[in-house]
């Protein structure tokens, strides 16, 4: 039907932006743009991917043939994703005397 087209696209386009953002994030020239704004889910995992977040990622493939191209696209993101590295601190909130 025409909503699940239009939705599939809009899941397509979000995980097409993820993946341009994790390229980002572990890209050995050290882009100065990570592209989070493009799509909601980047957006919202900006957090998690790049900033000061510890973060666990899980990848679901299956073991059936007819899914091996699925599942081995699944696993070289997997693998991709497993690259960032973060540098998350406790933030902490001073006192008065703190800020003096």
Avoid: W
């Avoid at 957090?47 to 059936?64: E, F, K, Q, R």
């Amino acid at each position: 039907t025409g909503r699940r087209l239009e939705e599939s696209k809009k899941i397509n386009q979000s995980l097409s932006a993820l993946g341009n953002v994790i390229a980002a994030l572990t890209d050995s020239k050290s882009r100065q743009h990570i592209p989070y704004r493009d799509s909601k889910l980047t957006r919202i995992l900006e957090d998690s991917l790049g900033g000061n977040c510890v973060t666990t990622m899980m990848a679901m493939i299956s073991p059936a043939m007819e899914s091996y191209q699925e599942s081995l696209s699944t696993l070289k993101f997997a693998h991709r994703a497993k690259s960032i590295k973060n540098q998350p601190h406790i933030n902490e909130d001073l006192d008065q005397r703190g800020l003096l």
